[in-house]
Nanobody
Framework: QVQLVESGGGLVQAGGSLRLSCAAS????????MGWFRQAPGKEHEFVAA????????YYADSVKGRFTISRDNSKNTVYLQMNSLKPEDTAVYYC?????????????????WGQGTRVTVSS
């Protein structure tokens, strides 16, 4: 069983940056593809970014490409989401997810574990 705990959310002005962290416990996630998803008020859950087991392959939603960077440190059992040039439309609760597979594309990412979420609010 894997437990995921997100941190790093908060209130930031448009154009600012935040770094989200997702710390895993229970067992190593070094063989898991990991992802970030978000849910804005009144909107559906949406894919943000994913990274394969080694960190060598990453995927991004078009809406965040060039602004967000997903990375991982398997020695720390942690995944990160660096968010730059934030926009008000990035406001959402951000969730970390782990898939029981080494690689997962945005269309094939099926989360087996979820974190509780961390709220990001971007003011205009």
């Amino acid at each position: 069983q894997v437990q995921l705990v997100e941190s790093g959310g908060g209130l930031v002005q448009a154009g600012g940056s935040l770094r989200l962290s997702c710390a895993a416990s229970g067992r190593t996630i070094s063989s898991n593809a990991m992802g970030w998803f978000r849910q804005a008020p009144g909107k559906e859950h949406e894919f943000v970014a994913a990274i394969n087991w080694s960190g060598g392959t990453t995927y991004y939603a078009d809406s965040v490409k060039g602004r967000f960077t997903i990375s991982r440190d398997n020695s720390k059992n942690t995944v990160y989401l660096q968010m730059n040039s934030l926009k008000p439309e990035d406001t959402a609760v951000y969730y970390c997810a782990a898939a029981n597979r080494a690689t997962a594309t945005p269309n094939s990412f099926t989360a087996d574990y979820w974190g509780q979420g961390t709220r990001v609010t971007v003011s205009s």
